[in-house]
Nanobody
Framework: QVQLQESGPGLVKPSQTLSLTCTVS??????????WSWIRQPPGKGLEWMGV???????YYSPSLKSRTSISRDTSRNQFSLQLSSVTPEDTAVYYC??????????WGQGTQVTVSS
């Protein structure tokens, strides 16, 4: 069973770039048909899918965030990362990394709180 753990700064200043890393254990991020996503939940709001990097390295982003979002991976460390540029207080949220396997079974990280504030 895949396990995921988010890491990164809990506080980011407005206009800066938010950077988070998800470390994966119990499976490889290049396993065929796996997809690795970032999802966030702002306070008092629902879940928002941000983007995904597939097992082959291809990426897809939410249209509303595409201009500010980049997802990459480090296969040697079995990690994938999120970068969100030009953040504002509206980007304050709990950020989750999520895996999806061939059978569309999902595993979630525990989530990490990121606050955008000066």
């Amino acid at each position: 069973q895949v396990q995921l753990q988010e890491s990164g700064p809990g506080l980011v200043k407005p206009s800066q770039t938010l950077s988070l890393t998800c470390t994966v254990s119990g499976g490889s991020i290049i396993t065929s048909y796996y997809a690795w996503s970032w999802i966030r939940q702002p306070p008092g709001k629902g879940l928002e899918w941000m983007g995904v990097i597939a097992y082959d390295g291809s990426t897809y982003y939410s249209p509303s965030l595409k201009s500010r979002t980049s997802i990459s991976r480090d296969t040697s460390r079995n990690q994938f990362s999120l970068q969100l540029s030009s953040v504002t207080p509206e980007d304050t949220a709990v950020y989750y990394c999520v895996s999806r396997d061939y059978y569309s079974d999902y595993e979630w990280g525990q989530g990490t709180q990121v606050t955008v504030s000066s």
